[in-house]
């Protein structure tokens, strides 16, 4: 079965300092790995996108890393802000059945 | 260049009643899909389409019918609302490039309550 399964569920860090969000996903055939952001009341928003051959992706402050041996990605939030209070979404997009799996996402909560 | 666009933003459905939900997007994307959210929950997959002329299920279409006459539009449509459908809606749009251009764009959601 297709999952995408994210860690931890919530986190709670300062700001400034810097968080690292993890994704584990067993989608075949594997097309490419997405990380969205959901800000509370609205759609999500693309961050990076990998494909099968990208082991990393970097967006300003949000560096991805994907393993496609392990099956393994991360999101790397630097130098945080009040702003990335948010969830983050890992999402895999798989060309069997042209759907996108989503995971159930982390919330982040950045305290001042 | 208006991206996504989803009406209404809110609407209040009494049990059995019916309604379509609007997307239509501007960026001739092939690929439509519809989603749910439920309170502190993930999105799940209602229908999606691949292009004008042909849509597919996804893992909670119970309830809900698509379809894709135009490359513009995907509405969906509640056959007799029931409470458990109460819900955020999003609609998403995206090329089938398989690469790294084909970003899924969303839009603003439909929040929905049926009484």
């Known amino acids: 079965k297709n999952q995408v399964e994210q860690s931890p569920q919530s986190l709670i860090i300062l700001e400034g300092k810097n968080c690292t969000l993890q994704?584990?996903?067993?989608?075949?055939?594997?097309?490419?790995l997405r990380w969205y952001k959901q800000d509370t009341g609205r759609g999500p928003v693309s961050l990076t996108i990998m494909t099968f051959s990208e082991n990393t992706k970097s967006n300003g402050r949000y560096t991805a890393t994907l393993d496609a041996d392990t099956k393994q990605s991360s999101l790397h939030i630097t130098a945080s802000q009040l702003s990335d209070s948010a969830s983050y979404i890992c999402?895999?997009?798989?060309?069997?059945?042209?759907?996108?799996?989503f995971g159930t996402g982390t919330r982040l909560k950045v305290l001042a | 260049n208006a991206g996504v666009t989803q009406t209404p933003k809110f609407q209040v459905l009494k049990t059995g009643q019916s309604m379509t939900l609007q997307c239509a997007q501007d960026m001739n994307h092939e690929y439509m899909s519809w989603y749910r959210q439920d309170p502190g929950m993930g999105l799940r997959l209602i229908h999606y389409s691949v292009g004008a002329g042909i849509t597919d299920q996804g893992e909670v279409p119970n309830g809900y019918n698509v379809s894709r006459s135009t490359t513009e539009d995907f509405p969906l449509r509640l056959l007799s609302a029931a409470p458990s459908q109460t819900s955020v809606y999003f609609c998403?749009?995206?090329?089938?490039?398989?690469?790294?251009?084909?970003?899924?764009?969303f839009g603003p959601g439909t929040r929905l309550t049926v009484l």
């Open positions: 994704c584990n996903y067993t989608v075949s055939p594997f097309s490419n």
């Open positions: 999402v895999v997009f798989t060309s069997g059945t042209y759907k996108y799996i």
């Open positions: 998403a749009s995206s090329y089938l490039a398989g690469d790294s251009t084909d970003t899924q764009y």
